[in-house]
């Protein structure tokens, strides 16, 4: 079965850093495009920051950009989402994701990813 689990999140001070963290088992992790998605209460889930799984192309929303960084491990299963200068509206649950290709078009659509983790609260306060 495969298993996507996320840590790293809590509750932070804006202006603080946070560093997410997502190890995957039971599937061909390096074969795998990465993202990060979050959703926030009463909000539609949206990619943040999402990696292929080759070369290393990348994505990252225009909120995220310069504060947000992915980055993945494939000898360790896992992916990384380091984020500096957190702001009050990145509260969510994030969550990682995979799925097994890349389209510049959709990448940052949830429907495109096949599996899930459980996500991680993070909260950070004004």
């Known amino acids: 079965e495969v298993q996507l689990v996320e840590s790293g999140g809590g509750l932070v001070q804006a202006g603080e850093s946070l560093r997410l963290s997502c190890a995957a088992s039971e599937l061909p992790f390096e074969d795998y495009t990465i993202g990060w998605f979050r959703q926030a209460p009463g909000k539609e889930r949206e990619g943040v920051s999402c990696?292929?799984?080759?070369?290393?192309?990348?994505y990252t929303t225009d909120s995220a950009k310069g504060r947000f960084a992915i980055s993945r491990d494939n000898a360790k299963n896992t992916v990384y989402l380091q984020m500096n200068s957190l702001k009050p509206e990145d509260t969510a649950v994030y969550y990682c994701a995979v799925q097994e290709g890349w389209s510049d078009y959709d990448v940052d659509k949830p429907w495109m990813y096949e599996y899930w983790g459980q996500g991680t609260q993070v909260t950070v306060s004004s």
């Open positions: 990696m292929s799984s080759t070369d290393s192309r990348t």
